[in-house]
Each structure stands twice: as C-alpha cells, then as structure tokens.
C-alpha cells in the first residue's frame, strides 16, 4: 500500500511564496522511483482540479491557472516530490493533495492518480 505524507502548508501574504513537500512509500520494487506523481487542490465547495503532475524523467504539465508561478519536481530515490508555489494568490487559497499512480506512460493531470495523501492547508490573504 503507497502512502504519501505532505507537509508544507500555511498562511502567506498575496504575492509570497511556499513550498509543499510530500514523501511517498510503499510502492512495489518495480515502480520505486518510477511512478506518476501529482499535486492537486480542493477549495470549499469547489471541485478538485489538477496543479501539476510529473513523470518520473521529470516532464511537468500545470494548470493554466499555475502555469508560471509554480514549480513541480520531484527526486526519484526519496521518492519525494515538491510544488513550489510563488506570486500566490487569494484564489490559490485550498487544501493541496498529494498524490501518486504506479505507472510511467501517462503522468498527466488526468492520469488514473488512486494514492492520495490526507492534505495539507494553504491560505493566501490579500
């Protein structure tokens, strides 16, 4: 069973900065280090939508909404993975999921991801 266990979260000022680390275990031997790795978020009464993902080479896809102001990347013998979040702002305000899938063909944001970790909150004020 993976489990993946994020940390990372706040409260920042509109404009600043954070970054969010999430540390996966429990992949099979095959797929250590060799799976798909994803952040997502969920506002209040919003649905969750995809941030970034990565492929184990270190590929990235973001969201258009992200797209230049945050960073996805990842180190594959920790199996770590980390958004780096910057210029926030208040509508980035959610709790920010990691997330995993033990395969390497497809890492995008619709990717079957079916490891997710219990969150972590992040508030931008403005």
């Known amino acids: 069973q993976v489990r993946l266990v994020e940390s990372g979260g706040g409260s920042v000022q509109a404009g600043e900065s954070l970054r969010l680390s999430c540390v996966a275990s429990?992949?099979?031997?095959?797929?250590?280090?060799?799976?798909?790795m994803a952040w997502f978020r969920q506002s209040p009464g919003k649905e969750r939508e995809g941030v970034a993902s990565i492929y184990p080479g270190g590929v990235a896809s973001y969201a258009a909404s992200v797209k230049g102001r945050f960073t996805i990347s990842r180190e594959n013998t920790n199996n770590t993975v980390w958004l780096q979040m910057t210029r926030m702002r208040p509508e980035d305000t959610a709790m920010y999921y990691c997330a995993t899938v033990e395969r390497e063909d497809y890492c995008g944001l619709q990717s079957d991801y079916n490891y997710w970790g219990q969150g972590t909150q992040v508030t931008v004020s403005s």
């Open positions: 429990g992949y099979s031997r095959k797929r250590n280090g060799r799976a798909c």
